[in-house]
């Protein structure tokens, strides 16, 4: 059994965070919580914004790694992500390097490569090598935050695991999850093994459940360790026979974005 850790979770008064509130502690770890908003029932939460770097490291400040969960979660002006997301998550690494937290796993997700075409007809599962592709702001912002873990581990050995989440709720609600479906019960898994894999320098893994439909592969994310439990295909028949079947002719439902890729109405801007 690998140790437990002290863990800063950033974010934690989202829905991913309320998961992980609930579910890591049952392994073990001690979480201190963070969010720019007050966490419900939860008083010793720290209060505070990704831009008050003093803040922040007095947060990071003797924690075995950071879950960073926190930012905006969909597409927003460009000017509110740059912020949150892409100056919110250089501010938390500058405080873990300062503080030498050893770890940080992040909240990356599918939109980093929202724009790839879903795999049809037995073609190979989207590798984690795939290149970057965008569906959104919000998908480039977490291309960023990959690149800047990447870049931390380069020149500061500051490791992380990118989870590249794909829809994780209590359950699946449109066809689509079928397929990028990650269970409350996996994503706690999934963030144990990122938490307590031995070196894992920079590693990018997808995150799922093992939907019958799955559209990537999840071979680094098990190489950590991780063993998923659930399937969506439990949904199959009742989200069928509400939606239909997939269109493969509809842009937003032929790559892995889904309405990401079509929807943002940003432009002109
Ligand atoms: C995400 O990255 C978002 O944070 C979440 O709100 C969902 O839209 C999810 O992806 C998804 O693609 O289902």
Redesign the pocket.
């Known amino acids: 059994m690998p140790a437990p850790r002290t863990v800063l979770l950033t974010g934690a008064a989202g829905?991913?965070g309320a998961m992980l509130r609930d579910l890591l502690p049952g392994y073990g770890h001690t979480l201190r919580l963070l969010d720019m908003r007050p966490v419900e029932g939860e008083p010793d939460a720290i209060t505070a914004d990704l831009a008050d770097r003093a803040a922040l490291r007095e947060a990071v400040r003797g924690v075995d790694a950071v879950i960073h969960l926190a930012g905006i979660?969909?597409e927003a002006p460009f000017e509110k992500i740059l912020a949150a997301n892409i100056a919110g998550a250089f501010h938390l690494y500058e405080a873990a390097r300062e503080e030498g937290v050893r770890r940080i796993v992040f909240?990356?997700?599918?939109?980093a490569v929202?724009h790839t075409p879903v795999p049809r007809d037995g073609a190979p599962l989207i590798p984690v090598g795939a290149p970057h592709r965008p569906d959104t702001f919000?998908?480039l912002s977490?291309c960023f935050g990959e690149d800047l873990a990447q870049l931390y581990w380069d020149r500061h050995g500051l490791e992380t695991v990118s989870v590249r989440?794909?829809?994780?709720?209590p359950a699946p609600v449109d066809v689509?999850?079928l397929s990028?479906w990650l269970s409350p019960a996996d994503c706690a898994r999934l963030f144990h093994a990122a938490l307590t894999a031995e070196r894992v320098g920079h590693t990018v893994v997808y995150g799922s459940s093992a939907n019958t439909r799955l559209w990537w592969d999840l071979t680094s994310a098990r190489a950590l360790g991780y063993e998923p439990q659930d399937d969506a295909e439990v949904y199959a028949p009742a989200l069928l026979a509400a939606h239909g079947e997939p269109d493969p002719t509809d842009e937003a439902q032929a790559r892995?974005?889904?309405s990401?890729v079509t929807d943002p109405p940003l432009w002109p801007y």
């Open positions: 829905g991913v979660a969909l909240a990356s997700s599918n939109h929202g919000y998908g977490k989440i794909g829809s994780c709720c689509r999850m990028l892995l974005g889904g990401f």
